[in-house]
């Protein structure tokens, strides 16, 4: 995982950045000789990532004179996105 959002240098420490991922898979027929699948894909990321929501708050509060995603304390966040195909 990148040091910081979008960043290239990448953070080695496992503890601080990982990611996890799950596939679910179901095989069937809905109808007679009509096969279905049924596919759902997770994954969880940890990493020191900023908040994009937090960064346009501190910009429109005033806090910082433009939106900044890397302007954040060390943290380990995670993301949590589901992917069906």
Same mark, same amino acid.
């Given at each position: 995982?990148?040091?910081?959002? #979008?960043?290239?240098? @990448?953070? /080695?420490?496992?503890s601080?950045?990982?990611?996890? $991922?799950?596939?679910f898979?179901?095989?069937?027929a809905?109808?007679? #000789?009509?096969?279905? @699948?049924? /596919? ?7 990493? $020191? ?7 346009v708050?501190?910009f429109?509060?005033?806090?910082t ?8 304390p ?12």
């Open positions: 995982m990148p040091k910081v959002a #979008n960043g290239i240098h @990448l953070d /080695a420490e496992m601080r950045a990982h990611a996890e $991922n799950i596939e898979e179901v095989h069937g809905v109808c007679e #000789n009509r096969k279905a @699948l049924f /596919a759902s894909l997770r994954f969880v990321n940890h990493a $020191n990532m900023g908040s994009y929501r937090e960064a708050d501190n429109l509060a005033g806090i004179t433009k939106p900044d995603i890397a302007a954040h060390l943290r380990t966040n995670n993301q949590t996105r589901p992917s069906n195909h």
